[in-house]
């Protein structure tokens, strides 16, 4: 894959990113991964987990918040592709925040793009 696509699945536009992007570290770079979904007008971003800052996962660091809080305000879904298992297993906190994560509509953490398509599937949107 390229860097970047736009592609449709389910009727919802999605900007799927390949690893070889810049890293999702703060405000600023969620600002400008907003502002590039804004202009192709995606619906979803969707990010390889290995676009991630480390800081991400460690919930004191703030980065999830601020990165989570960014697409919130501009009202777009992200959606992290990819193997968070070993993350999870070393922080409660990152456990649970996934789990909630993944049971609103703004922000989901999948495994695979299949696991994607299936819940953007219009018997599984809320």
């Not at 906190?93 to 398509?117: H, I, K, M, P, S």
């Amino acid at each position: 894959m390229t860097s970047q696509e736009l592609v449709e699945t389910h009727g919802v536009s999605v900007l799927r990113l390949g690893q070889d992007g810049p890293a999702l570290n703060d405000g600023s770079s969620a600002l400008d991964l907003i502002g590039e979904a804004m202009g192709c007008q995606a619906e979803v971003v969707a990010l390889p987990v290995e676009r991630l800052a480390g800081e991400f996962f460690s919930l004191r660091s703030g980065v999830a918040g601020e990165v989570v809080q960014k697409f919130v305000t501009y009202r777009l879904r992200l959606v992290v592709i990819g193997d968070i298992s070993a993350h999870v297993a070393r922080s409660d906190a990152l456990r649970d925040f996934v789990r909630e994560a993944n049971r609103g509509t703004q922000v989901w953490f999948v495994a695979d793009q299949a696991e994607l398509d299936e819940k953007l599937a219009p018997s599984r949107r809320r």
